[in-house]
């Protein structure tokens, strides 16, 4: 079962553009973690927000998090064709569970 | 720091037989996790690990899958007899207990024909 839901399922921008990918859950969270993973790849760890927080940068990455709506966004600035690639969202809720939704195809065309 | 490695990297099978997938995760880290991925989608959670005990496997199909974490360090996943829906990317990833975002290996890429 997967607990995130992730809009849209694909996004097409061009380089130089902004991406915003939204990522929805049900249940109660200690964190939310946002994983991007290329064609073929394992996944990687982009960047964490806990649940007692709402906005986290991490370079050109943009997280906020709002959990009376349960809802999170990735904002990625300034987009590049190396940004090509799914995004996933993951909750983390107690004992270490961890939990996927199913993702956002990305594609920066140069 | 080594990463976490799976072995094999693909897997091409005949329905009925038996496969395994084995990874060694990230040493230090108490927490593995097995994940099925397929095309198109998200990982799915089949077990995860807390040292060499399995404390959550409610999504792991019983009737013939199999895992199993010896002396809490690496694991193995079974498949006996493997089925064509099981074709996928088997993903094994570990965590710390201090640090909860997971560290995925390349995974095992399963094809059954």
């Known amino acids: 079962s997967q607990q995130g839901e992730e809009d849209p399922q694909a996004l097409s921008i061009q380089e130089g553009e902004n991406a915003t990918m939204n990522c929805s859950y049900k249940t109660s969270i200690n964190n939310l973690q946002w994983y991007r993973q290329n064609s073929g790849r394992g996944l990687v760890h982009l960047i964490l927000i806990r649940s007692n927080e709402r906005e986290k940068h991490s370079g050109r990455l943009r997280v906020t998090l709002d959990t009376s709506k349960k809802s999170s966004s990735l904002l990625i600035t300034a987009s590049r064709a190396a940004d090509t690639a799914s995004y996933f969202c993951a909750t983390h809720g107690g004992y270490n569970k961890l939990i996927f939704g199913a993702g956002t195809r990305l594609a920066v065309h140069p | 720091e080594a990463g976490v490695v799976q072995s094999p990297r693909y897997k091409i099978i005949e329905k009925k037989q038996p496969v395994a997938f084995w990874c060694n995760p990230i040493s230090g880290h108490n927490t593995l996790y097995w994940y099925r991925q397929n095309l198109g989608q998200g990982p799915e959670l089949l077990i995860r690990?807390?040292?060499?005990?399995?404390?959550?496997d409610s999504q792991l199909p019983k009737d013939r899958f199999s895992a199993e974490r010896l002396k809490g360090v690496d694991s193995t996943l079974k498949i006996q007899p493997a089925e064509l829906g099981d074709s996928a990317v088997y993903l094994c990833?570990?965590?710390?207990?201090?640090?909860?975002?997971?560290?995925f290996g390349q995974g095992t890429r399963l094809t059954v024909v």
């Open positions: 990833a570990s965590s710390s207990s201090d640090r909860n975002e997971a560290f």
């Open positions: 690990y807390e040292n060499e005990e399995a404390v959550d």
